[in-house]
């Protein structure tokens, strides 16, 4: 594994076992399947491109995961809201291109989408020269950042607070 993706696993540590994971920007499929490997009940992958599509679909077949796991073709991050279920997923991985600078726009996208269930994490990957700590929204803080070379892992909990207690 690489060190990034390895990194990525021992932020989750347990709380992948059983967990609904949700892959942004998925590429090959790597950490979808990473994490349906660790004990994931599903994994979502979400990406545009054909060809990522196309790959994804061919590693969940390879591995045997296809049964526990969808491919959602869509504009990110402008299709965020469209490509994944409300209160879905208990983890959220982003590895958005840092060429488009899609952060902002990716968090508040989790945020306004409700994908992510009370407790649950978004983990974004981004330069490490990038500060994304003030990017966060209702119902999204952010907790901390990780640092691994020329690449960052920053972490964001969706906070319970935010929901009304039961009557």
């Given at each position: 594994l690489g060190r990034v993706r390895e990194a990525l696993f021992s932020i989750i540590g347990p709380a992948i076992e059983g967990a609904r994971f949700?892959?942004?920007y998925a590429g090959t499929g790597a950490n979808g399947i990473e994490a349906l490997s660790r004990g994931a009940a599903f994994a979502q992958f979400v990406d545009n491109h054909h060809a990522a599509i196309d790959c994804i679909a061919q590693n969940l077949e390879r591995t045997g995961f296809s049964a526990h796991a969808a491919i959602v073709r869509a504009n990110l991050p402008d299709g965020l809201g469209r490509a994944i279920p409300m209160g879905g997923f208990d983890l959220i991985f982003a590895d958005p291109p840092y060429s488009i600078d899609a952060y902002a726009r990716t968090i508040s996208g989790v945020a306004q989408?409700?994908?992510l269930k009370p407790g649950g994490r978004l983990i974004i990957e981004h330069s490490a020269k990038r500060d994304v700590s003030s990017l966060a929204e209702a119902p999204l803080v952010y907790k901390r950042s990780v640092r691994y070379g020329?690449?960052?892992l920053s972490i964001f909990e969706h906070n319970l607070s935010h929901f009304?207690?039961?009557?």
């Open positions: 949700l892959d942004l989408a409700g994908a020329d690449t960052a009304p207690s039961p009557s």
